[in-house]
């Protein structure tokens, strides 16, 4: 039988309750480095046994869990939270986020460089009504969402897909965004912070964010307060290639005065 498609997953994007609750079974599962009963689940997150049988299916639908005879293991440890379900997180501030960086983008001819993310994709969708802008980017969410705008010029690289992301990384993705320039590059992120810059969970991802922003005049990255201060696997740029941090004033202050020291203008939207 075969897997869902994308769209079909697309579709399936939990609400905000229950996308809560299916990231709280992936913590459940990747803290206990083992099989967890349905029986342990029910108890832990106060849900009926049929909701957690629902949510096991969807998730091993998705190849985030292993289901086995009476409850479910992690297939990956991990801290990334998949694309899917961080749509739901923080989504007032990704809004006044993406529309301070709109704000930020100049009239007219312009050119720009999108990463992945949700925070990225709400830029998107700010910048959808603008003529005479061409946006490239590696992440297939955002081209879908955009494409059948007749007023952009949409570019979208080549490269592997992560499950987890719906973001083309590797060779292709990063010689697509090395044989271009743009004005900014609008770089998602998992983690900012003065002692490891930009940072990400996945080291291709990187690599490939790297690429995209060597070759832009001005980076600006767009991050929710959750992320500031934080480092995580892999950095994808340096403080001194960032220009720009649009935030929201859940941020750490004393962070964000890290981050102003190391001469990035910071940009905090209210809540």
């Known amino acids: 039988m075969q897997g869902p498609t994308a769209a079909e997953l697309s579709q399936r994007a939990p609400s905000g309750k229950r996308s809560q609750r299916m990231r709280d079974i992936l913590a459940q599962l990747a803290a206990a480095d083992a099989v967890v009963s349905i029986d342990e689940l029910t108890t832990r997150l106060a849900v009926s046994a049929p909701t957690i049988r629902r949510d096991l299916a969807d998730l091993d639908d998705l190849g985030l869990v292993l289901r086995t005879h009476g ?22 501030a990704k809004r006044r986020i993406a529309r301070r960086v709109a704000d930020m983008i100049p009239a007219g001819p312009y050119a720009i460089a999108l990463s992945g993310g949700t925070t990225t994709a709400a830029v998107a969708k700010e910048l959808s009504n603008r003529s005479e802008l061409t946006i490239v980017t590696n992440s297939l969410t955002t081209a879908t969402e955009i494409a059948s705008r007749p007023n952009l010029q949409v570019i979208m690289t080549g490269g592997l897909v992560r499950s987890s ?5 590797g060779a292709l993705a990063e010689n697509t965004f090395s044989a271009i320039n743009v004005g900014t590059a ?13 940072t990400t969970h996945d080291e291709r991802e990187a690599r490939t964010n790297l690429a995209m922003v060597t070759h832009a005049q001005r980076v600006i990255v767009v991050a929710d307060g959750s992320k500031v201060g934080r480092v995580t696997l892999a950095r994808m740029a340096d403080l001194g290639q ?3 941090l649009v935030t929201d004033a859940s941020a750490d202050p004393a962070e964000l005065e890290r981050l102003a020291a ?10």
């Open 71 to 92: 409850g479910a293991r992690a297939i990956d440890a991990r801290d990334e939270v998949p694309v899917r379900f961080r749509d739901t997180q923080f989504r007032d």
């Open 165 to 169: 992301s719906f973001e083309a990384v």
């Open 186 to 198: 609008i770089l998602g992120t998992d983690g900012i912070s003065a002692s490891g810059g930009a």
């Open 242 to 244: 960032i220009h720009d």
């Open 262 to 271: 190391a001469d990035i203008a910071v940009h905090v939207v209210a809540l």
